[in-house]
């Protein structure tokens, strides 16, 4: 019987490794990414699953899954970040750009605990 790669093997580690890497793009980017790559990598896990000895690469498949879990966790964790400083800091002061106004809430904040 003739084997053949899993589908999506390839892409599943691009879009994992680029979910790590676009993860400070507010985080958001990156979480598409990665979820798309878990769903890609799922997929084609079943796919090996219900007929192992038809195909290879299932390694590669692993691998993204895990890059993928990576990413994901990254990208939350980035937007819990971005969520606190706008907590910390005001969506206001952010919006304004003003130097002054940040470094004084973020004194107040530092100052406070």
Known sequence: MEQHKLPNATLIIVL???????????????????????????????LFKANPEMYTDYNSVKTGKVLAIIGLVLNIMVILMFIWVIS???????????????RERMEDYLNNQ
């Open 16 to 46: 994992s490794i680029a979910s790590i890497v676009l993860c400070w793009c507010y985080g958001i980017l990156g979480l598409i990414l990665s979820v798309i790559a878990l769903i890609l990598a799922n997929k084609s896990a079943n």
């Open 88 to 102: 910390i800091i005001g969506w206001d002061a952010i919006m304004s750009q003003d130097e002054e106004l940040i």
